[in-house]
C-alpha cells in the first residue's frame, strides 16, 4: 500500500515513521510512505501557500490551488481503492472500523491543514473524505495524518508479526464491525508490590483463559468505555 503525505512541513515526519511497525513494513515493501512539500506546487517567490480568510477575522487559510495541483499530479488516476482524505477537526471521527476500511485501498493521499485551516473547496471538491481524530483541535494535521498512516498500517497483512495480534485487539469485531475493548494483560512477576496477576492466566487452561479474557474484556469495556458497547447494540439492531 502506499500513502502520500501533503504538508508544509515534510520533516516532521522524520520521527513519528521511522521507528517500529511502519519503519519495518516500509523496509520489507509492505507499503511506502512519500511525503510531499505543498511548497513544490507553487509559483511564486515567497512559495506562498496561505492567505487572509475572506470576511476577515484571525489566522491564515491554506490556499486551495497548491492542493489542487499537488494532489492531481501525485494522484491523477482517481478510481475507487486511491482516496484523498482531508484531515481535518470536522471531519467524522477516525476509529477502528474506517483504519479497516482504509487498509483495503491501494494508495491513500493524506493532506495536511495548518492555520485556521484549509479553504473549503478542498473539502467539497477535491478531498473524498475529511477525517477528525478525535474532538480536539491540533496546531495541524501532520499528528493526524500520522496517527491515521499508523492505524491502517497496522491492519495490512504481513506487517505484525503475528497477523492474530490485530484481531484481539481493542475496538475489534467480526467483520470489520466495531468490538468491545482488548482484556487486561500481566506479564512477570507474578505478584508485584502486593498486587498479583488473576491466577486463572498462570493456569495452563486455555480454555479457562479464553473464557476469562472475553469477561475481563467486556466488565472493562463496561467500565470505561460504555458508549461502544451502545454503539454496538445499535449497529446489531
Ligand atoms: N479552525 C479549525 C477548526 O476550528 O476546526 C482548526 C484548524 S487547526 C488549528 C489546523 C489543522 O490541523 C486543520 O486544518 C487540520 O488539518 C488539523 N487538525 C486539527 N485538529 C484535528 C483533528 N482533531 N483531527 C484531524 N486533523 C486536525
Known sequence: ???????????????????????????????????HNLRD??????????????????????KAEPIFLAVESILPEREAGRKVILLSAQGRLFDQPAAKRLSGCEELLLICGRYEGVDERVAEHLADEEISIGDYVLSGGELAAAVVIDAVAR??????????????????????????LDCPHYTRPAEFRGWSAPE??????????????????????????????????????
Open 1 to 35: 500500500m502506499k500513502f502520500h503525505v501533503l504538508t508544509i512541513f515534510p520533516e516532521f515526519f522524520r520521527g513519528p515513521l521511522e521507528h517500529g511497525v511502519v519503519a519495518r513494513a516500509a523496509e520489507s515493501g509492505i507499503l511506502s510512505v512519500q511525503v
Open 41 to 62: 506546487w507553487t509559483f511564486d517567490r515567497h512559495k506562498t501557500v496561505d492567505d487572509r480568510p475572506f470576511g476577515g477575522g484571525e489566522g491564515m487559510v491554506l
Open 155 to 180: 491492519l495490512l497483512p504481513g506487517v505484525l508479526g503475528n497477523e492474530d495480534s490485530a484481531v484481539f485487539e481493542s475496538f475489534t469485531g467480526e467483520d470489520g464491525q466495531l468490538g468491545v
Open 200 to 237: 486463572v492466566l498462570l493456569s495452563g487452561n486455555h480454555e479457562e483463559i479464553r473464557r476469562w479474557r472475553g469477561r475481563a474484556a467486556r466488565e472493562k469495556t463496561a467500565r470505561l468505555r460504555p458508549d461502544l458497547l451502545e454503539k454496538m447494540k445499535v449497529a446489531q439492531s
